[in-house]
C-alpha cells in the first residue's frame, strides 16, 4: 500500500504528516501549537503528581491544586491535515508524525 500524497498546484508531491504523539514529559504548556492549529486538533490539559490526566475547566479559574503542569494533549485527531505545523512551531520538539496509507 502506498502513501497517502497530494499534487501540488506547482507540480510538487507532497505527503502530508499526520500528528500522531506528543511527547508530555517535554511539553512545556506554552500553547503555541495550540495557536497555530485552526483545525482544532490539540487541547490543553493539567497532569497531577500521579501523572494522570486532569480535565482543565472551560472558565478561567482553573484549579491550580489539582494539577502540577499543563500540558497539550491530541483531543481531535480526525481534523488533523498533516500541514505539521505544530511540530514546526514548539520549541521543545515534543511531536511525533507520520504519513498515513491510500
Given at each position: 500500500?502506498?502513501?497517502?500524497?497530494?499534487?501540488?498546484?506547482?507540480?510538487?508531491?507532497?505527503?502530508?504528516?499526520?500528528?500522531?504523539?506528543?511527547?508530555?514529559?517535554?511539553?512545556?504548556?506554552?500553547?503555541?501549537?495550540?495557536?497555530?492549529?485552526?483545525?482544532?486538533?490539540?487541547?490543553?490539559?493539567?497532569?497531577?503528581?500521579?501523572?494522570?490526566?486532569?480535565?482543565?475547566?472551560?472558565?478561567?479559574?482553573?484549579?491550580?491544586?489539582?494539577?502540577?503542569?499543563?500540558?497539550?494533549?491530541?483531543?481531535?485527531?480526525?481534523?488533523?491535515v498533516g500541514?505539521?505545523?505544530?511540530?514546526?512551531?514548539?520549541?521543545?520538539?515534543?511531536?511525533?508524525?507520520?504519513?498515513?496509507?491510500?
Open positions: 500500500m502506498s502513501e497517502f500524497s497530494v499534487v501540488l498546484p506547482g507540480g510538487k508531491l507532497w505527503v502530508p504528516q499526520f500528528v500522531g504523539e506528543i511527547d508530555q514529559e517535554k511539553c512545556i504548556g506554552c500553547g503555541r501549537c495550540y495557536k497555530v492549529c485552526g483545525r482544532e486538533v490539540l487541547a490543553m490539559v493539567g497532569i497531577n503528581e500521579d501523572g494522570d490526566v486532569v480535565k482543565l475547566s472551560l472558565d478561567d479559574e482553573d484549579d491550580e491544586d489539582e494539577y502540577d503542569k499543563k500540558v497539550m494533549s491530541i483531543d481531535n485527531v480526525a481534523n488533523c500541514c505539521e505545523a505544530c511540530a514546526k512551531i514548539c520549541p521543545k520538539q515534543c511531536y511525533t508524525h507520520g504519513a498515513v496509507a491510500a
